[in-house]
């Protein structure tokens, strides 16, 4: 795949904004087209919801964010992009013009992503010269968050396009699924749309208000379905005989009466007041613009929490986090650090989750940001994943910690640190949190660390090579003076 | 609401052995009545696994377990029960035999519950004396996690019978959600079914495996669905305009041909056996109860992600948190301590997100677990959160850890506490992590607190009821020998 460093979002509505904020995240130099009198508003605001979604979605080095420009030239925003997403209305022949004069301003070779969530990329490809450059590739609002996208190719298609396509969607964060055959709606709007036409029913027959309906899918199989879908749930519900047991048991319900599977409501203006008001009553006077936000806080809790467990979309967040370790890695490579002052590597931001009910950073976070720092360095020393992985590490074993400031969730840190003494077992080290806009030292850090042999659980000199390293550090570092509160006890007063 | 001590279950299965498991958690003693041959393995195994998730989902502190007894004999089951769950198979002539049998040996005014997934209570009442006694009360798999239950009464039905169901199943740590009108299959398994119908379409038509329509799920919509339902989730689609914008938009769709909604596929071997083999391919070798493990740690870090964000079935797991905290205090409140000896007071289980790459309590965790016990010191002397909420409390200025021991995650855990000197502004504690199982001390934490004018910043004198309560530790804590550690900065040589 060539690299994309430029593209091109056609329409920039809740779909397309999302697209450029996402592109942009990467590295990629987004130019949007939008005719729309207040594109730039609407673009701003979901540009910031992304940026917000990100600063707490992943520790991991973020890229340096590319440019998004707004222009109401489709020429404009088409003619240098590496890779088109297009997100226009819903309007097949306004989608097929789009397309055909899309082609007339862009290079030829680049991939046209439609973003539409029902027609097929056949139909779409209808008036363009080289049509198997089209795909659908169909997002999820919030399309910054959310992992999935459908890749659908039509009857005119590249293998080489799709495969593009699903490498770049995926160097972007996100779990592309190749759909087999074209179908109206693909798969995850179908299973959705059968779902929703259900659920119309039950308010229309007032079996359950809309708040009802949405409850009795978070509190119970909606918990079930972010991390395993209907077969998946199905099959382990059948027990110890997994799926044939379950649909021998459930399979014949499916005859029964259990959904108004023969007819669709009538969406007249009766039931359309009905839900809206529902939904304005569920949402308990939260404005959207809060449910956004409440909305991602949730999802990137919950990606978060996938994470710890290796599964799902925690797997796609470890995947993509990966990326983004291993490009900031192959960047700073050559960084030549000057040993003859503090060392300044490990920054972060406080994470909403470390805070107490006061919105501070809890205590124990501040040693987590002192081991985090503690494993920037250790890397640096040549005590990498590779170096544990043959069975021997640093373990810590004495702390002492000054609480000096409260900081708040979301707040910028960076720590520096000074070696205060080393022998071929130990590293003595003393570290300053420093927030990061201000400047001022939050807590101070001494800690003791001891090469282990982990295997044995015992005491070992450390390999040559990271002796050598530290040895190189100290070159440095004992020129530096002792830091105020080295050696100190608690309590101890302060000469 | 009566108190609920003891609770008859009617059926061993996978549903019945899971509310048994919840039962007994929340302290009830739980008799289960099932004929089979091999029930007290299957019960056993589902005890198990709800032990084993109950024991990562909190770390309020948990009842003292019920005791749970397997019966052939149905009388036995029910006769002494305060309130009886059905499980039985989905045969409705079977139910109602079941129904009119279990009045005959039950107390007149213990309330009925069945667990059906489709049947009316109506048709379930058919046989009964006192009919207005039966409820539906349709749980979800699995039962010892999952919130939602719902509650449907029949056409006799009394209100005092609902309110009651409801507030029992709430005081388990349910969320109850009381359907308004019966309807065969109630409300969440309509929404299920419709969804269901149409995978099983896509998978006959091969637009997608099984594992690609799950995935279609788990990496989409599901994220939402975790936390907010379908209508909650197009309302915030909608943009600003929300709910009303969407149906214009998108309500025409319902029209098209977007689901096989007239139709239902044929339940054939071939297809059963397609899907089956779908879904084995899917769990690249897990068995079910790998994947029952994997499900319940996804769903404990789900409920728990939602719980930092106080939303949906993290707020349902917080309000029982609170009622767990409250109950034990309530049975606690006239705990006399010893201060003539070291104070042992906060106990907890090494909760697997604690733990770093390889299962060992990550160092920063027990600092967490310093700051626990402290917290539960703190409000001891009466620093609780009615004095927090007044303006003052106690900050952490320093901290000095000894690291000595590793510990694996799910270990028991417990602190001991002594007094090292106090002021009118301070407190100096040294605390020891010990082994639940062995006794083996893993770390000691000395730390200086200071007390605060938390609106000001500044340090003030604790009021004189929290420092007459120090006083009375005093009186014991100054003649314990001082801790050897105590006074100690980081790398003095051990004396």
Same mark, same amino acid.
């Given at each position: 795949m060539k690299s994309i460093q430029k593209a091109g979002v056609v329409g920039g509505g809740v779909i397309g904004a999302a697209w450029a904020a996402r592109f942009a995240e990467n590295g990629i130099d987004t130019v949007v087209f939008d005719p729309a009198p207040d594109a730039q508003r609407k673009l701003d605001e979901v540009v910031a919801l992304a940026d917000r979604a990100y600063a707490k979605l992943t520790l991991a080095p973020r890229a340096k964010k590319g440019a998004i420009t707004l222009t109401t030239d489709l020429a404009e925003a088409v003619k240098d992009a590496d890779f088109i997403q297009e997100a226009a209305p819903e309007r097949l022949e306004l989608k097929q013009d789009l397309f055909a004069e899309i082609e007339g301003h862009a290079r030829a070779d680049v991939i046209i992503a439609s973003s539409t969530s029902g027609f097929k990329p056949t139909d779409l490809q209808a008036k363009m010269v080289h049509p198997e450059r089209l795909i659908v590739g169909h997002p999820f609002n919030p399309v910054y968050l959310l992992p999935l996208v459908e890749i659908i190719a039509g009857e005119k298609k590249s293998d080489d396009v799709t495969a593009s396509a699903k490498a770049f969607y995926a160097s972007i964060g996100m779990h592309p699924l190749l759909i087999r055959k074209e179908i109206d709606a693909f798969v995850a709007d179908r299973l959705m749309e059968a779902l929703w036409r259900e659920a119309l029913w039950l308010v229309k027959d007032d079996i359950a208000t809309a708040e009802e309906i949405d409850d009795a899918i978070r509190f119970g199989c909606g918990l079930r379905w972010a991390q395993m879908g209907t077969f998946q749930v199905f099959n382990v519900a059948g027990g110890e005989a997994g799926m044939r047991h379950f649909m021998a048991q459930?399979?014949?319900? +499916?005859? /029964?009466? /259990?959904? %108004? +599977?023969?007819d669709t409501p009538e969406m007249d203006d009766a039931l359309i007041e009905k839900i809206a008001v529902q939904c304005e009553e569920q949402s308990e006077g939260l404005s959207i613009r809060d449910l956004e936000r409440i909305r991602d806080n949730n999802l990137i809790a919950i990606m978060q929490a996938l994470k710890t467990q290796k599964w799902g979309a925690g797997q796609t967040l470890l995947d993509y986090e990966a990326q983004l370790y291993k490009r900031s890695h192959s960047g700073s490579s050559e960084t030549v650090h000057d040993f003859s002052q503090l060392i300044r590597m490990h920054e972060t931001v406080v994470q909403p *989750? /470390?805070? *107490?009910y006061n919105n501070h950073m809890n205590e124990a976070r501040y040693l987590q940001v002192f081991c985090d720092s503690t494993d920037a360095f250790l890397n640096m020393i040549g005590v990498d994943p590779d170096y544990v992985a043959g069975g021997h590490s640093y373990y810590t074993v004495e702390t002492h910690i000054q609480h000096l400031q409260e900081v708040a969730a979301l707040e910028p840190l960076y720590v520096k640190t000074q070696m205060i003494s080393h022998d071929e077992k130990r590293i003595h080290l003393f570290q300053w949190i420093y927030?990061? %806009?201000? *400047?001022?030292? +939050?807590a101070t850090g001494e800690q003791m660390f001891l090469h282990v042999d982990a295997n044995a659980s015992k005491a070992c000199p450390a390999k040559p090579e990271v002796l050598a390293r530290l040895g190189e550090i100290w070159d440095g570092h004992q020129h530096l003076p002792a830091p105020e509160a080295a050696g100190r006890a608690v309590g101890q007063r302060r000469s």
């Open positions: 459930f399979g014949p319900a +499916l005859k /029964w009466p /259990w959904t %108004k +599977l023969m *989750d /470390w805070t *107490d927030h990061g %806009k201000t *400047d001022e030292v +939050l």
